[in-house]
């Protein structure tokens, strides 16, 4: 099972990123999918979660009305879009996988790590001026 973060780098304040998260050796319907972000000297916070059978998502209060969490089957990928990029928006973003029957309420899979059994190894996103 591997999951591998695309799409970080400097991204300027008020513009908009998309993070890719691609996955191999599971299946997506089996499993909730979550982005996390840890920016410095800060602890990882969850950022957004899927559910790989129907698509439903789950935002935290940081990003509501600014992401958007996608799924692609066909490439075994999720998106994480985020517009009106700020400043406190400067982490690492990691996505995590975790099977679905460890927790049937999704909003509970963005306070903690512990229901996710697998971890990329995460991509930096810097935000400037």
């Known amino acids: 099972v591997q999951l591998v973060e695309s799409g970080g780098g400097l991204v300027q304040v008020g513009g908009s990123l998309r993070l890719a998260c691609t996955a191999s050796?599971?299946?997506?319907?089996?499993?909730?999918i979550g982005w996390f972000r840890q920016g410095p000297g800060q602890a990882r916070e969850g950022v957004s979660v899927?559910?790989?059978?129907?698509?439903?998502?789950s935002y935290a209060d940081s990003v509501i009305g600014r992401a958007t969490m996608s799924i692609e089957k066909s490439k075994n990928t999720v998106y994480l879009e985020i517009s009106n990029i700020q400043f406190d928006d400067t982490a690492v973003y990691y996505c995590?996988?975790?099977?679905?029957?460890?927790?049937?309420?999704?909003?509970?899979?963005?306070?903690?790590?512990?229901?996710?059994?697998?971890w990329g190894p995460g991509t930096q996103v810097t935000v400037a001026s």
């Open positions: 995590g996988a975790g099977k679905r029957e460890t927790l049937w309420v999704l909003n509970l899979w963005l306070p903690s790590q512990l229901p996710y059994d697998f």
């Open positions: 050796g599971f299946v997506f319907d089996d499993y909730v």
């Open positions: 899927i559910r790989g059978d129907d698509g439903s998502t």
